[in-house]
T-cell receptor, first 111, second 112 residues
Framework: DSGVTQTPKHLITATGQRVTLRCSPR?????VYWYQQSLDQGLQFLIQ???????AKGNILERFSAQQFPDLHSELNLSSLELGDSALYFC??????????FGQGTRLTVV | KNQVEQSPQSLIILEGKNCTLQ??????????LRWYKQDTGRGPVSLTI?????NTKSNGRYTATLDADTKQSSLHITASQLSDSASYIC???????????FGAGTILRVKS
């Protein structure tokens, strides 16, 4: 158990819908990262937050947004979903310069 | 542009055999380089970490090497087991910026 909790584990939704993925980082970790992993693909960096503020942005679509709350949990919002958004979404947390610990992921299926 | 390239893309070996996975990176300067193991459908888990001044690091049957001059790292797995079947990902943390740079991974399958 990495200490990073992601909910839900599985999500099935229709095209055009909006979903929210949740991540609770390890205790004490201020950084939260979101990654997308499509079938048989590598991890694609989406966005990073540090202590509530956006710190780095990757290949995140405009239909996607995220935030980190004062209690340090983070949410990734995906809207106007398309079939191609089906993927595993991972959250990771770390202390500065430290190891990134990954959650077990949320498997999103868009039908 | 900071990049990490891994080879081979996939590999099949017999149980008990050794194998070596490669990672070439352009990230410079970098703080550390990690190898992660990702079981199918699960989050990656760190195997080894090396700073730019380290040449080798072991974790059981896993040994990582780093050549900062040629910007290459390798992960050697000895006496492979069926449970080693996974994706192995090389990840570099730049000194500047906050974005970890991930390789695409090598998919290893160990068969009996």
């Amino acid at each position: 158990d990495s200490g990073v909790t992601q909910t839900p584990k599985h999500l099935i939704t229709a095209t055009g819908q909006r979903v929210t993925l949740r991540c609770s980082p390890r205790s004490g970790d201020l950084s939260v990262y979101w990654y997308q992993q499509s079938l048989d693909q590598g991890l694609q960096f989406l966005i990073q937050y540090y202590n509530g503020e956006e710190r780095a942005k990757g290949n995140i679509l405009e239909r996607f947004s995220a935030q980190q709350f004062p209690d340090l949990h983070s949410e990734l919002n995906l809207s106007s979903l398309e079939l191609g958004d089906s993927a595993l979404y991972f959250c990771a947390s770390s202390v500065p310069e430290g190891e990134a610990f990954f959650g077990q992921g949320t498997r999103l299926t868009v039908v | 542009k900071n990049q990490v390239e891994q080879s081979p893309q996939s590999l099949i070996i017999l149980e008990g055999k050794n194998c070596t996975l490669q990672c070439n990176y352009t990230v410079s300067p970098f703080s550390n380089l990690r190898w992660y193991k990702q079981d199918t459908g699960r989050g990656p888990v760190s195997l080894t970490i090396m700073t730019f001044s380290e040449n080798t690091k072991s974790n059981g049957r896993y040994t990582a090497t780093l050549d900062a001059d040629t910007k290459q790292s390798s992960l050697h797995i000895t006496a492979s087991q069926l449970s080693d079947s996974a994706s192995y990902i090389c990840v570099v943390r730049p000194i500047y910026g906050n974005k970890l740079v991930f390789g695409a991974g090598t998919i290893l399958r160990v068969k009996s």
